[in-house]
């Protein structure tokens, strides 16, 4: 099915390991973007990618990586995690974010534990 | 400090009830502003989108309107059905790839 797709759908893991969130999209939407959302300060930008092999920092990008080899997947790792990555990560796309017409599409969103 | 807010935090109404929610932004040089609702464990979903030159939108029984000069955004719920219930975020584009988010209003709407 056409969409946007995030796995895993949860995770728990430990201080200090490396994990991956995955993120497959099935527009060909050009941007792809990677938020995170705490309580209390809403949804914020971790990673964005304009385009394959273009990716650039959002306003909270320490700890994380990214990377964007197909324009379908953009996957989010967190190289040596911390208590304070525990959170829920969601991913979107948009299909030309320079036309301001275009919405940002979501991922349902993957719930990280880290103990 | 481009910062959204949403007030209020939740909102509880009966069915059938005309309602409003609020978003004000401190730097009113946007893009664009988007409402999203949000359910429980789900991702977001566009609900309606407003570019810089516009100053409403409508969906069915959602119409959005926005103030640049005030810093403003109010999204209108016209009789309001139990399945509204979710959380609803506004987000203030400020170009292609710089979104700010609200915390979001938290509505009931009670049979």
């Known amino acids: 099915d056409a969409g946007i797709t995030q796995s895993p759908r949860y995770k728990i893991t430990e201080t200090g390991r490396q994990v991956t969130l995955m993120c497959h999209q099935t527009?060909?939407?050009?941007?792809m973007f990677w938020y995170r959302q705490d309580l209390g300060h809403g949804l914020r930008l971790i990673y964005y990618s304009a385009a394959a092999d273009i990716t650039d920092k959002g306003e909270v990008p320490d700890g994380y990586v990214v990377s964007r080899s197909k324009t379908e997947n953009f996957p989010l790792t967190l190289e040596s995690a911390t208590r304070s990555q525990t959170s829920v990560y969601f991913c979107?796309?948009?299909?030309?974010?320079?036309?301001?017409?275009?919405?940002?599409?979501f991922g349902d969103g993957t719930r990280l534990s880290i103990l | 400090k481009q910062e959204v807010t949403q007030i209020p935090a939740a909102l509880s109404v009966p069915e059938g009830e005309n309602l409003v929610l609020n978003c004000s932004f401190t730097?009113?040089?946007?893009?664009?502003l988007q409402w999203f609702r949000q359910d429980p464990g789900k991702g977001l979903t566009s609900l309606l989108l407003i570019q810089s030159s516009q100053r409403e939108q409508t969906s069915g029984r959602l119409n959005a309107s926005l103030d640049k000069s005030s810093g403003r955004s109010t999204l209108y719920i016209a009789a309001s059905q139990p399945g509204d219930s979710a959380t609803y975020l506004c987000?203030?584009?400020?170009?292609?790839?710089?979104?700010?988010f609200g915390a979001g209003t938290r509505l009931t709407v009670k049979p």
């Open positions: 979107a796309s948009s299909e030309n974010p320079g036309n301001s017409n275009q919405p940002q599409h």
């Open positions: 730097d009113s040089a946007i893009y664009n």
């Open positions: 527009w060909s939407h050009s941007y």
């Open positions: 987000a203030v584009g400020y170009n292609n790839n710089d979104m700010r």
